[in-house]
């Protein structure tokens, strides 16, 4: 497993398509820290003291593991670190979804209506399958963008 | 690996620190629950897209603060809980429901909530509320007058 090897394309292709998701998702929530603090309060999983040092800082973690991604340096690092994101995000909405929270994930943006539901769990299963498969691939410095 | 993924998390760190520095109004470190819990039913803004709204000519804004502030907001039209009658008189004469007030507190959700329900119960929807007191107005390059 520690030696996946990935044909070059696809390697290539999870890594656009992943870190393309991590930088697109970021982008709103930098930008309007205050509407993502709302979205993660709506969880309920984060301790006041925390939620807005969260709010802050989460999205700029998801946007350098992106831009790491997509610019090939560091692959191994941000694949982890995307792949923990993911497992976060994944715990966050299945305990939502069995605590019957009817609220929006907050994921791509703080005004985009994405309920949470089982395609949302879905999706980010798709991603967690992409970042493992990244992380335990052997990293061709051929294809760095 | 480690040390990728701690590069990763430092540089993050750093960045969202100094993003932050350069304008803590956005939102504070310390998280005011209440305002959470209030479940609030009005869109709220931070101070610095307040001032924009408002530099913008998109709302008309509205002090919400009880008697008589030493610091005033020019222009800005008073509609306090204790006249709120009176007051909501004379804005009356100078709005159309479709317009957007911008309301302007003492950093009291539950005030601006409260007087927002009432304006809203008379056909006045479009409201937003500014999260912070007048000083968070003030740092935003809002307009006073002492």
Request: aromatic content about 10%; some cysteine; charged content about 20%.
């Amino acid at each position: 497993m520690r030696n996946l090897k990935l044909p070059d394309y696809i390697e290539l292709l999870l890594r656009l398509m992943i870190g393309g998701t991590f930088i697109y998702a970021s982008f709103d929530k930098i930008f309007h820290p205050d509407a993502f603090a709302l979205s993660i309060f709506h969880y309920r999983l984060v301790p006041a003291a925390l939620l807005h040092p969260f709010a802050i800082y989460l999205p700029y973690l998801e946007f350098f593991a992106g831009a790491a991604l997509l610019g090939g340096k560091y692959i191994k690092g941000a694949s982890l670190l995307v792949s923990l994101m993911i497992l976060m995000f994944i715990g966050a909405i299945s305990s939502a979804l069995f605590r019957d929270l009817d609220i929006s994930c907050g994921c791509f943006g703080t005004e985009s209506g994405h309920v949470i539901g089982l395609q949302l769990l879905f999706r980010d299963f798709v991603l967690l399958a992409g970042s493992i498969a990244l992380l335990f691939s052997k990293v061709s410095r051929r294809q760095r963008l | 690996m480690k040390r990728e993924l701690g590069i990763l998390l430092l540089i993050s760190l750093a960045v969202s620190i100094l993003a932050w520095a350069i304008n803590p109004d956005r939102l504070p470190l310390k998280a005011d629950i209440a305002s959470y819990e209030l479940g609030v039913n009005f869109d709220l803004v931070n101070a610095v897209d307040a001032v924009q709204m408002l530099n913008d000519n998109a709302v008309v804004l509205v002090d919400i603060r009880s008697g008589e502030p030493e610091i005033r907001l020019p222009g800005a039209f008073p509609v306090r809980q204790e006249s709120f009658d009176n007051d909501f008189r004379d804005l009356f004469d100078f709005i159309l429901p479709e317009d957007k007030l911008l309301l302007v507190g003492n950093g009291d959700l539950m005030s601006l909530s409260a007087i927002a329900e009432r304006i809203s119960e008379r056909g006045y929807k479009n409201l937003v509320l500014m999260r912070g007191d007048i000083s968070a107005w003030e740092r935003a390059g809002g307009e006073v007058r002492k």
